[in-house]
């Protein structure tokens, strides 16, 4: 079993900064890949970036250059990092941590808001 847990979520006004974490733990030997999706309201889930284990990282076009995704790793756990600048009333969402497992499939986070204020 895998468990995610995620923080970091909250208020912010235009042009602020946050950063979100999700730590792995459990059976983290199967994950090859961590991301963060978002939900904004009334829209479907989006990808917004993920990392590989080999740190191998992937932006979408709206977020590359304002956000960034990391790894820290031991030995019982993988943290992906969401660091996020110059945060747009546009980002604002439901932010979920992803998962992706060799073995398993997808896991998910229960979801964190991060609201932007104009």
């Known amino acids: 079993q895998v468990q995610l847990v995620e923080s970091g979520g909250g208020l912010v006004q235009a042009g602020g900064s946050l950063r979100l974490s999700c730590t792995a733990s459990?059976?983290?030997?199967?994950?090859?890949?961590m991301a963060w999706y978002r939900q904004p309201p009334g829209k479907q889930r989006e990808l917004v970036a993920s990392?590989?284990?080999?740190?191998?990282?992937?932006?979408a076009d709206s977020v590359e250059g304002r956000f960034t995704i990391s790894l820290s790793r031991t030995s019982a756990r993988y943290t992906v990092y969401l660091q996020m600048a110059n945060l747009k009333p546009e980002d604002t969402a439901v932010y979920y941590c992803n998962a992706k497992r060799i073995i398993g499939g997808d896991l998910w986070g229960k979801g964190t808001l991060v609201t932007v204020s104009s």
């Open positions: 459990g059976s983290i030997f199967s994950i090859n890949s």
């Open positions: 990392i590989t284990i080999r740190d191998t990282t992937n932006y």
